[in-house]
């Protein structure tokens, strides 16, 4: 009964910038950490950032300084604003979130989204 939806992906040249979200809905109590994974064509999916309930923070080598990860926990949304976009930061970028549920029962759950393609042009 709870999903992620990914938004805002798409396709953007070298140095330019990205806003992707991603929104929880369904029977949510809570949400703890959520972030962004992605997966390009041939590797394995790789954590890109994190964010904690408190709001720590925490990113990959590779996007340190270019991308920011901010939360709006009033509309259980999850913020990836990429800056200076390289054509290896071309991916699917996947959200995903731990969440507590209320229905059918309480339970924790890590869920996933569907991914936004993100593809930066040389």
């Known amino acids: 009964q709870v999903q992620l939806v990914e938004s805002g992906g798409g396709l953007v040249q070298a140095g330019g910038s990205l806003r992707l979200s991603c929104a929880a809905s369904g029977s949510i109590f809570s949400i703890d950490a959520m972030g962004w994974y992605r997966q390009a064509p041939g590797k394995q999916r790789e954590l890109v950032a994190a964010?904690?309930?408190?709001?720590?923070?925490n990113y990959a080598d590779s996007v340190k300084g270019r991308f920011t990860l901010s939360r709006d926990n009033a509309k259980n949304t999850v913020y990836l604003q990429g800056n200076s976009l390289k054509p290896e930061d071309t991916a699917v970028y996947y959200c995903?979130?731990?969440?507590?549920?209320?229905?059918?029962?309480?339970?924790?759950?890590?869920?996933w989204g569907r991914g936004t393609l993100v593809t930066v042009s040389s």
């Open positions: 964010i904690t309930s408190g709001g720590s923070t």
């Open positions: 995903n979130a731990g969440v507590t549920t209320t229905r059918p029962y309480y339970e924790y759950l890590e869920v």
